[in-house]
Every structure is written in C-alpha cells, then in structure tokens.
Nanobody, 123 residues
Framework: VQLQAFGGGLVQAGGSLRLSCAAS????????MGWFRQAPGKEREFVAT????????AYADSVKGRFTISRDNAKNTVYLQMNSLKPEDTAEYYC?????????????????WGQGTLVTVSS
C-alpha cells in the first residue's frame, strides 16, 4: 500500500488549501483514513478522520469549523479542505490508513502512512 499526499504550499493567514492523498491498492472504501500534522519541535497530532464510506468524520478541536475531510472512493483519494488558515496550522501534514472502516483519532490505529506535505501559513 502506498499513500501519496500532495497539495501543501505557502499561503497567507486567512487563505485556503486543499490537500489530497492518493492510495494504491483495492478495497479503499473498507479503510478509515486520517490526517495528522507535525509542527517543528512538536509531536504529531491528530487533525481529522473519516470512515470508509465517508459518512462519519471527526476533527481536532483546533480545526473544527475550518477544515473538512472528505473522500472519493472511486478515485482512492482522501481530501482535507483547509479554510481560514492560521500561522499555527503550519506543519507537515500526513495522511494515514487504518485497518477497518471506523474512524480513529489515535495515531496508533493507523498502519500505513504517506510522506508529508508541508503547509506554511504566513501572518
């Protein structure tokens, strides 16, 4: 299984970005997916998660109301739409796949990780 995340970049505070994560393999819809991030000098933290069918989502309090996770199972892709970005959102963002279709905010639930994509928000 390979996960490839892309879409990061430099954006001004208040701006928007959409991250994408393309997964290889079949039966993508049977796996829950998540986004995590890690800022310099900080631990990796949960951002958002979505169930296999896309009906259930959960978010970190810090991004609730600003970020939206979604998925297109026909394209084996999960997205993270990030609006109203703040300088504190600056981090390397990682997508991850977990066994089973349910959501999880615990990084230990995930068994495959993509490479990071860097998001930098300037003030």
């Amino acid at each position: 299984v390979q996960l490839q995340a892309f879409g990061g970049g430099l954006v001004q505070a208040g701006g928007s970005l959409r991250l994408s994560c393309a997964a290889s393999g079949r039966t993508f819809s049977t796996y829950g997916m998540g986004w995590f991030r890690q800022a310099p000098g900080k631990e990796r933290e949960f951002v958002a998660t979505i169930s296999g069918g896309g009906a259930t989502t959960a978010y970190a309090d810090s991004v609730k109301g600003r970020f939206t996770i979604s998925r297109d199972n026909a394209k084996n892709t999960v997205y993270l739409q990030m609006n109203s970005l703040k300088p504190e959102d600056t981090a390397e963002y990682y997508c991850a796949r977990k066994p089973g279709a349910y959501i999880s905010n615990w990084y230990g639930s995930y068994d495959y990780w993509g490479q990071g994509t860097l998001v930098t928000v300037s003030s």
